[in-house]
């Protein structure tokens, strides 16, 4: 029980338990249907994938606002340059300016000593003005051979039964874990975000963990777009916009610290199902949107404080 109060995901599994006995109680026919279920997994899935990238850069101390975007970006750069490249290539080409995204905002924050918020709010504009010109405002769908492709149907459609997403979910999020908690790199990636001096004075090169971060989630957000247009293979050029809060809302709920230093990739996934969740049921409920927005900030704000106290109880500075 003490190590599970120690996870850094606890007050995710926390708020989990507590939304999914909420919502049991006040629609338990609604939605405990295997449409609604299918849905929330659907979604959360996609949103995970772009939750872990947040998740990386914040426990740098570090944010990435540019997340939403770059989902967009990458998207239709796949979606666009089927036709000239096919799906392999179209599909290399849009990771390809996702990690260049990532890369380039990653120098201007870690050389240029910018602050990233305003970096990655740049690359937010940036971006989506890339989209707007590059397409001229519409974006074509995926011709009928495209859709067909047997990598299309590899991140689009279901395997052994299940939803495509929520398996490259399972296999990408278990390497993430091994990643941040079996390997060097996870330890400086934690030490360069919960004390950067201490951290450089036992040899971790942190601009080089920050720089990684970054493109890691850069490179997250735009797989997460491919895998959007592979399962449903028309776009629009506002695609991904505002993702960038949800994906930030959903690490926080996860347990992220904006001062760095802690978070985990399973609180990061269980904040994304928190965040699908809500909306997913404020609609099948008959709220307005607007309530959607209500609704995450109330729980963002809590888990922030939750979280805080948390993180004194186990005695890691806050």
């Given at each position: 029980m003490k190590q599970l109060v120690r996870s850094q995901g606890f007050g995710a599994i926390i708020g989990v338990v507590v939304m999914?006995?909420?919502?049991?109680?006040?629609?338990?026919?609604?939605?405990?249907?295997?449409?609604?279920?299918?849905?929330?997994?659907?979604?959360?899935?996609?949103?995970?994938?772009?939750a872990m990238g947040q998740a990386l850069v914040i426990m740098t101390k570090?944010?990435?606002?540019?997340?939403?975007?770059?989902?967009?970006?990458?998207?239709?750069?796949?979606?666009?340059?089927?036709?000239?490249?096919g799906v392999p290539g179209s599909f290399v080409l849009a990771l390809a300016v996702a990690a260049l995204v990532g890369f380039l905002q990653a120098i201007a924050v870690v050389k240029g000593e910018l602050p990233s918020m305003i970096v990655t709010l740049g690359g937010l504009f940036a971006a989506r003005g890339i989209i707007y010109v590059w397409t001229g405002g519409s974006v074509h769908n995926f011709s009928p051979a495209a859709r067909s492709h047997p990598m299309t149907r590899l991140f689009g459609g279901e395997l052994f039964g299940i939803d495509a997403a929520i398996l490259w979910l399972i296999t990408v999020s278990a390497i993430l874990g091994l990643l941040l908690w079996a390997t060097p790199f996870g330890n400086r990636l934690l030490a360069t975000g919960g004390s950067r001096e201490?951290?450089?004075?036992?040899?971790?090169?942190?601009?080089?963990?920050?720089?990684?971060?970054?493109?890691?989630?850069?490179?997250?957000?735009?797989?997460?777009?491919?895998?959007?247009?592979?399962?449903?293979?028309?776009?629009?050029?506002?695609?991904?916009?505002?993702?960038?809060?949800?994906?930030?809302?959903?690490?926080?709920?996860?347990?992220?610290?904006?001062?760095?230093?802690?978070?985990?990739?399973?609180?990061?996934?269980?904040?994304?199902l928190i965040v699908v969740s809500f909306r997913y049921e404020l609609i099948a409920l008959g709220a307005p949107s607007s309530w959607y927005i209500t609704f995450i900030g109330a729980v963002l704000?809590?888990?922030?404080?939750?979280?805080?106290?948390?993180?004194?109880?186990?005695?890691?500075?806050?």
């Amino acid at each position: 029980m003490k190590q599970l109060v120690r996870s850094q995901g606890f007050g995710a599994i926390i708020g989990v338990v507590v939304m999914l006995v909420v919502f049991t109680s006040i629609d338990f026919s609604g939605w405990w249907t295997n449409q609604t279920v299918a849905n929330v997994s659907q979604f959360t899935a996609i949103l995970a994938f772009v939750a872990m990238g947040q998740a990386l850069v914040i426990m740098t101390k570090e944010i990435d606002l540019s997340v939403g975007s770059v989902y967009g970006l990458a998207g239709v750069a796949f979606i666009t340059m089927e036709p000239a490249l096919g799906v392999p290539g179209s599909f290399v080409l849009a990771l390809a300016v996702a990690a260049l995204v990532g890369f380039l905002q990653a120098i201007a924050v870690v050389k240029g000593e910018l602050p990233s918020m305003i970096v990655t709010l740049g690359g937010l504009f940036a971006a989506r003005g890339i989209i707007y010109v590059w397409t001229g405002g519409s974006v074509h769908n995926f011709s009928p051979a495209a859709r067909s492709h047997p990598m299309t149907r590899l991140f689009g459609g279901e395997l052994f039964g299940i939803d495509a997403a929520i398996l490259w979910l399972i296999t990408v999020s278990a390497i993430l874990g091994l990643l941040l908690w079996a390997t060097p790199f996870g330890n400086r990636l934690l030490a360069t975000g919960g004390s950067r001096e201490s951290a450089e004075s036992r040899g971790v090169r942190t601009d080089r963990i920050k720089i990684a971060a970054f493109i890691l989630c850069s490179l997250l957000a735009g797989f997460a777009g491919i895998l959007t247009l592979c399962n449903q293979p028309q776009t629009h050029v506002t695609l991904g916009e505002n993702m960038e809060l949800e994906a930030i809302a959903a690490a926080v709920i996860g347990g992220c610290l904006l001062t760095g230093g802690r978070g985990s990739i399973l609180g990061a996934i269980l904040g994304a199902l928190i965040v699908v969740s809500f909306r997913y049921e404020l609609i099948a409920l008959g709220a307005p949107s607007s309530w959607y927005i209500t609704f995450i900030g109330a729980v963002l704000i809590v888990a922030v404080i939750f979280n805080q106290k948390l993180a004194r109880f186990l005695g890691h500075s806050a």
